[in-house]
């Protein structure tokens, strides 16, 4: 199914980027990150599963995620948490760097300053 125009598609490692944000402010199942996401952006951003559940995947054998089944209060059924580990921390402020480095350099060529 095609985006609705108003989505923008998320640059490879971006995404990574986002869970691990997102997990920042403590933990979360799947669909409750990618509904954090795509409320956050005011619906630019759209998870898809197919991408979301991959991401969490790798960021979790990367040891940047820890996960663990729960039950939450008033539910019946278990969701699979995620959690931010230490090596999560450490990688979301090298990916923040990397990418407040990347929106400099697009937004020199943007917005040249004007030549003196």
């Known amino acids: 199914m095609p985006a609705p125009r108003n989505q923008i ?3 490879q490692g971006t995404l990574d980027m986002l869970i691990l944000k997102t997990l920042l402010f403590g933990p979360a199942h799947g669909h409750g990150i990618a509904k ?5 952006t005011r619906e630019v951003l759209v998870v ?5 559940y991959p991401a969490l995947h790798r960021l979790e054998r990367n040891g940047w995620i820890a996960s663990r089944w729960q039950t939450p209060p ?5 969701f699979k948490f995620y959690r931010l580990t230490a090596a999560g921390r450490r990688q979301l402020r090298t990916q923040e760097s990397r990418w407040d480095a990347l929106v400099r350099a697009i937004g020199r060529v943007m917005q040249p300053a004007p030549e003196v």
């Open 36 to 40: 954090h996401i795509q409320q956050t």
């Open 48 to 52: 898809e599963h197919g991408s979301l």
């Open 74 to 78: 008033g539910r019946a059924r278990e």
């Open 9 to 11: 598609e998320l640059l």
